[in-house]
């Protein structure tokens, strides 16, 4: 797995749990009741987020 620095993995997590608060699919099996904040470092972990960092040159 690539290696994030911590602010990119802050906001790459905060950006999808943003996303799955707005009605974005989870994309995986999640346990019944957890925060979107929860489900978004689960698919971190997993590397399954649909996230793309670019950085400078």
Do not use: N
């Amino acid at each position: 797995m690539f290696k994030y620095t911590r602010f990119e993995k802050a906001r790459i997590i905060g950006a999808r749990a943003l996303q799955i608060s707005m009605g974005a699919p989870i994309l995986i099996d999640v346990p019944e009741g957890i925060t979107p904040l929860e489900a978004a470092i689960l698919e971190f972990e997993k590397g399954v987020i649909p996230i793309t960092v670019i950085r400078p040159s």
